[in-house]
């Protein structure tokens, strides 16, 4: 079931990760065909006068190749942290879809953030995410706080986080990166490189799937026939009635199928809608 917020954020991180495994490999295909250059003095701007933007760059190829060879863990810091946006975004977006759909369940958006927003959503819906996977998620944001606040420094909660993290989860971690989770001692460098970036793309996928199959049992059909009907709303094309009504029907089938909402639970919708 993919609604169309869920939809955007698959279609972000699928975007997202392209873009940053992009730059990792133009870094270091950049790299490899500079070594053709080795032992030139001449400046990147010399060398490659036709290249846009190339005096912003402008180094011997020497200085070039040290800065593209390093560039992984640069681009890790700047991916982690987006990466990680995208998760709280749709999460703070299913809680206010349950904030206006399930009774009693109070202001789950006032407050929510990385650090918490998946446990609002656990209390909201009585449902628990994977242990594991969540802890691995707070591990890496807690990494990743020492890049914000830090100067990518280990500081005592992430030395404490590091240390404490159960063998369940560190195995976990192993098999999705196939490298250990670091420990760090109090003012070590923080690992933010491909290991981390591969790892929190892997949980924030799983939790993010995770969270939708819960949202999908917890709402009534009548408010994901609403959403659905919202959904067609937002996206629908030109057509007389008997051809949007067609559109409606099909791309419910196509995004919301394991509901199997029915031409009945949609005319509702369209209903309370105002939509004749």
Do not use: C
Request: no cysteine.
């Amino acid at each position: 079931m993919q609604y169309l917020a869920y939809r955007e954020h698959q279609r972000q991180r699928v975007q997202t990760n392209d873009t940053m495994m992009g730059l990792l490999a133009g870094s270091k295909l950049a790299s490899q065909t500079l070594m053709l250059t080795e032992g030139s003095k001449l400046l990147m701007s010399e060398i490659f006068p036709g290249v846009e933007h190339i005096r912003r760059f402008n180094l011997t190829t020497e200085k070039a190749r040290e800065v593209l060879e390093d560039a992984e863990e640069l681009l890790g810091v700047l991916a982690v942290p987006q990466v990680m946006a995208l998760q709280e975004h749709l999460l703070v977006g299913m809680l206010e879809i349950l904030q206006g759909n399930v009774p009693g369940v109070g202001n789950l958006v006032s407050g929510a953030k990385a650090a918490n927003v998946h446990e609002k959503f656990e209390s909201a819906t009585g449902s628990s995410f994977t242990p594991e996977t969540l802890s691995l998620f707070h591990l890496i944001r807690t990494a990743r706080n020492t890049h914000i606040h830090s100067g990518g420094k280990a500081n005592k909660a992430l030395v404490d986080a590091a240390s404490t993290a159960e063998p369940p989860t560190r195995e976990v971690w192993t098999l999705v990166t196939k490298t250990a989770f670091p420990t760090y001692g109090l003012g070590d460098k923080v690992a933010l490189n491909l290991p981390e970036l591969i790892g929190i793309l892997a949980i924030t996928k799983r939790l993010a799937e995770e969270a939708n199959s819960i949202l999908q049992q917890t709402l009534p059909r009548s408010t994901w026939a609403d959403i659905a009907v919202a959904d067609w709303l937002e996206t629908r094309g030109l057509g007389n009635k008997d051809q949007q009504n067609k559109q409606l029907y099909g791309q419910t089938r196509m995004y919301y199928g394991p509901l199997k909402l029915t031409v009945q639970d949609l005319e509702a919708a369209k209903a309370r809608a105002g939509i004749p």
